[in-house]
């Protein structure tokens, strides 16, 4: 029986809508991807997306219209397996390892991808941020060792000429979660990374974030990063990603990279009160990760799943609409006035990686 095919219309949430397609089947038509601007249809990067799609599937099908602003797509099989891809440099390598996140432990193969391109910019989120918290929080769903990101090279805008490389086991079926006690939080790790530029730029930024910081809590200890020769990329630049972790486990980030002009100590400080922001919100998965959290709780067994997020972004009441299209799961929303923060639960529709070979 061929599954019906969803139709979406914009350019908007357009990776996601062709993940949720690859795990659930669904063949998607998306219309009008920026039909009424001067320069219509896909980007550079959403065309370097599908034919990442291409090389992690097989037998996928992808129909794209004479002005680009219609896509067809058929979704194959996940096969994973080792492969190359070169990221470019209008975003960073985060857009494109969210979708591999999400795609990896369904697969037919272990998966070892190597992306080059740009590692930190303000549009994705960073290697580091992916390395140090949505593979941990991926973790509590069931992940065995296996799963890990390394940085070769980092890669500053706007030439990039960065590398890293992503481990991903394949698992069978996924464990539910039950998470919804945020606890206190307890420490503050974080990077402070530079390319090109002076060493000392690293402990600058360290110094500035330790200032706003310390008036909080005692345990912070943030690690400097600093890349020379060939490892350092193409351009300078110099970012900071900060993580705080709670006594249950919770891990809420916050990170900035520098723009033309900025010092050190304008991002130390202000990446420093983004994440005294974050924890004010509270919840167990902070804003950047709670597409993984809800996901996996949708592709979890028969059982219910619950977990504490902050604020409900809107990027997220989308995502939500549309894995009611494409798996036909609905969550219970709950809010908590006591401490703000939102309960999530809902029933995982069970399932299972049928191309992973059983032994």
Known sequence: MSKSILKFEGHNYFRQRLVMATLSGRPVRIEKIRSDDNDPGLKDFEASF??????VTNGSHLEISYTGT??????????????HHDCGTTRGVGYFLEALIALAPFGKLPMSAMLTGITTNNLDISVDTIRTVTLMQLKKFGFEDGLELKINKRGAPPLGGGEVVFKCP?????????????????????????????????NRLVDSARSVLNRYIPDIYIYTDVFKGAESGKSPGFALTLVAESTTGALLSAELAANPGETPEDIGK???????????????????????????????????????????????????????????VTFKIRPDPENKTILMACMGNGYVNVNKKTT
Do not use: H
Not at 182 to 191: D, L, M, P, S, V
């Open 270 to 328: 202000k990446c420093a009160k983004m994440l005294l922001e974050e924890i004010n919100k509270g919840g167990c998965f902070d804003s950047v990760c709670q597409w993984v959290g809800l996901l996996m709780m949708v592709l979890g067994p028969e059982d219910v799943s619950k977990i504490r997020i902050g604020k409900v972004s809107p990027f997220t009441i989308q995502y939500l609409r549309d894995l009611k299209a494409f798996f036909g």
């Open 50 to 55: 599908l034919r990442l799609l291409e090389k």
């Open 70 to 83: 219609t896509v067809f797509y058929r979704p194959g099989i996940i096969v994973g397996g080792k492969f």
């Open 170 to 202: 394949i698992i069978r079926a996924l464990k539910p979660l039950q998470f919804t006690d945020e606890g206190r939080i307890k420490r503050i790790r974080g990077i402070a990374y530079c390319t090109r530029v002076s060493p000392q730029t690293a």
